[in-house]
């Protein structure tokens, strides 16, 4: 009985691994990118609430690789040799639209890793990039 037992749950087991293997992968997979926004305005307007939420994300996400104001020279990402575009300089900025670094954030580029939906919203995105423009306006303004 007991041979009988273990043989019949061997045998649902062996037939059952496939699917659960199976089943595991799909879960382990790389999400599949975001629509595409290139080109695309800014949609958000920015409150007081949402840039504090943005300004959080930054310090957490962003800011151990482009550092604290945005200029990309930390210790990390010259360790990692990051090309990194310099948030301070607005010249360099306006060469990318609102949608185009909604793009960059979301999908992630290069070494970047994505900002997972799951963790910031895509108002939280668009407030991000808010808050990242306005690092080049207070480098502009304290020249």
């Not at 061997?10 to 999400?31: E, H, N, V």
């Not at 909604?102 to 990039?129: C, H, Q, S, T, Y």
Request: aromatic share 6%.
């Amino acid at each position: 009985m007991l041979k009988s037992f273990l043989l019949l749950s061997a045998a649902g087991l062996f037939a059952f691994s496939p699917a659960l293997i199976q089943a595991s992968a799909s879960q382990d997979a790389a999400p599949a990118p975001a629509a595409s926004h290139a080109g695309a305005p800014n949609p958000v307007k920015p409150t007081a609430e949402a840039q504090a939420r943005a300004k959080e994300i930054y310090g957490i996400d962003c800011a151990m690789c482009h550092g604290d104001n945005g200029n990309g020279q930390t210790d990390l990402g010259k360790s990692m040799s990051l090309n990194m575009v310099d948030f301070t300089d607005g010249k360099a900025m306006s060469a990318k639209s609102d949608g185009d670094l909604f793009d960059i954030i979301r999908n992630g580029k290069d070494k970047m890793p994505p900002e997972a939906a799951g963790r910031a919203n895509d108002n939280i995105v668009w407030n991000l990039i808010i808050y990242i423009r306005k690092m080049s306006n207070m480098q502009a303004a304290a020249r």
